[in-house]
């Protein structure tokens, strides 16, 4: 509750006119306490965040998100070229079948054209479904493998990636038992993903002025010469 505020009561002078004569009443403003009034605010300048570089984070995430991210573009990548060529066979399946049997009246036709579409789409979404977590588990393979390569050598580079393909690669086909020409195409896309996996990473660390050690390396050899 706040306190009761005192008044003063002030006599005019005899000399002012008697009309203004009249018993004056003033009412002191008490001083104001300004930190009490004014809410306290931080004065601190010292606000800005610090950023810790981390030698193994890539496009500027970490271990454990890019592995995440990985797999999830790797899944809705394999779930979209899964429905597309899952969708045309089931497409191109159900024609074969029906060919001998065609409708002959328009709600025949209306028919067949919507069972169609519904074998296309239950094909399509079937086919994605294997394609992504096909995809998805290899991408996560080919992140994990890139990330203990990484831990190992504390630096993440193109090395690493070049070699985590061409790792990948191999144990795909091993598991998936290629023959000797698809293993070698196998290994040939996997070390050109890591090439240009790898590549993009050290070209964004170098822009960002972390620049791998063997850039590094390099740039002191041209500066010496």
């Not at 660390?205 to 500066?223: A, D, F, R």
Request: aromatic residues 10%; glycine residues 12%; hydrophobic residues 35%.
């Amino acid at each position: 509750m706040a306190p009761s505020i005192p008044t003063v009561d002030l006599e005019i002078p005899s000399s002012i006119p008697a009309c203004t004569t009249e018993r004056l009443r003033f009412t002191p403003v008490p001083p104001v306490n300004i930190s009490e009034s004014v809410p306290a605010t931080s004065t601190s300048t010292n606000n800005e965040k610090t950023i810790v570089y981390n030698p193994l984070s890539r496009a500027g995430l970490s271990p454990m998100p890019r592995l995440l991210v990985f797999s999830t573009v790797g899944g809705f990548w394999g779930f979209g070229i899964g429905a597309f060529i899952g969708g045309r066979q089931s497409g191109l399946q159900y024609l074969a079948e029906n060919a001998h049997r065609l409708p002959t009246t328009v709600q025949g036709w209306y028919f067949y054209h919507k069972t169609k579409n519904y074998r296309v789409m239950l094909g399509g979404v079937k086919r994605g479904m294997r394609f992504a977590v096909k995809t998805g588990g290899l991408c996560f393979l080919y992140g994990l493998v890139e990330a203990g390569l990484d831990d190992v050598r504390g630096e993440a580079d193109i090395v690493n990636s070049v070699t985590a393909g061409i790792t990948t690669g191999a144990i795909f086909s091993t598991i998936t038992k290629l023959s000797r020409g698809s293993f070698r195409y196998s290994m040939m896309f996997g070390a050109l993903f890591g090439l240009a996996t790898g590549g993009l990473s050290d070209l964004h660390k170098t822009v960002s002025g972390t620049p791998p050690s063997y850039i590094q390396w390099l740039s002191s050899k041209n500066g010496k010469n």
